[in-house]
């Protein structure tokens, strides 16, 4: 049967072990049925604050009308941001040749419905049934080697370039994002993540934790999971149950 709400999440990031700076970013606001993380393209400049002015415009949108307004209002928000990472700020810093940019993953839910929106690769995974399934697709060279030259998923690793994105808000005139609306059912728990945080990961491990009712404790699971590898990225995730 479906449900509606009230959300509870918990959320949390690490600059890992090996990074001095945290260009990830989180918002969880529950009250309002919205989630995100964004991920600061890792070397180039001003990755944390691409993904911190993400965080911050999401959050200051209107939370008034049905839905369907609020996805369109969430949509429009990243294209203007795209627009604005890719001229205002690389012309004020006089430097043209470097992209300031951002992963991006959020979830928007209300009563029965959800909706996940992404550029990059940062992920929203579902975990419904006993059953661990990733909404998201990645917008990554390593995908498209998958998805376009029938390579398998080890193959594709290995490419020198299949860490490198397709798609970010700020690396390209244009923003393609991708959306997945969806039916929320009791029971059901949801996991945004930047790629430091599963890259460490199995799928098994990623499912033992959100199989915790409480999200702290999911959250807690995750971490301690991740920080006992070599957590070379920064760790960014959002646990949320209805």
Known sequence: ???????????????????TRNEDAFLARPEQGLWVVADGMGGHQAGDIASQMIVASLAELPVHGDFDDR??????CLHWLNRRLGQELTVSAGRHDNIIGSTVVALLAEENRAACVWAGDSRCYLWRGQRLYQLSRD????Q???DEQQMNARQAQAHPGAH????????????????????????????LCSDGLYQGLSSDALGHAL???????????????????????NLTAVVIRG
């Open 164 to 191: 490198a994105l397709t798609r970010a808000v700020g690396a390209a005139e244009q923003l393609t994002l991708e959306v997945l609306e969806l039916e929320v059912f009791s029971g059901d728990a949801f996991l």
């Open 139 to 142: 917008h990554s060279l390593q």
């Open 211 to 233: 199989n915790h009712a409480v999200p702290e404790t999911a959250l807690k699971r995750l971490f301690d999971d991740a920080l006992r590898g070599a957590a070379r990225d």
């Open 1 to 19: 049967m479906a449900i509606a709400g009230p959300w509870r999440s918990a959320a949390r990031t690490h600059s890992g072990k090996v990074r």
């Open 144 to 146: 498209q080697l998958i």
């Open 71 to 76: 996805l369109i209002r969430i949509r429009q």
